[in-house]
């Protein structure tokens, strides 16, 4: 019942933007962390945004994307979105949606429920 279903992944050219969606079903985004990871090839997967349940001002942001990317969610969807800016080549990734327990909120792939990732690439 529990899923995550991610969208808006495409091929950009570097400087360009996308906004990537997440859709959840089977969990209130409102009594979860969510956040927003993404993984290149023979990389580890590397946390990019946390977004828990204490206020905007708390999101936790990746020192990569810091300033470039915006997580948000609409709790009245139950989806949440990346807004992604000034897009780099080394953007370049496979692009994951999750969700945790509030208490394990943290910028780190330890997070319980994943979608199937949605495809970035930015090109020079």
């Known amino acids: 019942q529990e899923q995550l279903v991610e969208s808006g992944g495409a091929s950009v050219e570097a400087g360009g933007s996308l906004r990537l969606s997440c859709s959840v079903s089977?969990?209130?985004?409102?009594?979860?962390?969510v956040g927003w990871f993404r993984q290149a090839p023979g990389k580890e997967r590397e946390g990019l945004v946390t977004?828990?349940?204490?206020?905007?001002?708390?999101?936790r942001y990746a020192d990569s994307v810091k300033g470039r990317f915006t997580g948000s969610k609409d709790s009245a969807k139950n989806t949440l979105y990346l807004q992604m800016n000034s897009l780099k080549p080394e953007d370049t990734a496979m692009y994951y949606c999750?969700?945790?327990?509030?208490?394990?909120?943290?910028?780190?792939?330890?997070?319980?429920?994943w979608g199937q990732g949605t495809q970035v690439t930015v090109s020079s």
């Open positions: 977004m828990g349940t204490d206020g905007t001002i708390n999101y």
């Open positions: 999750a969700a945790v327990s509030t208490d394990r909120c943290r910028l780190t792939p330890t997070f319980r429920l």
């Open positions: 089977g969990v209130s985004i409102r009594v979860v962390c």
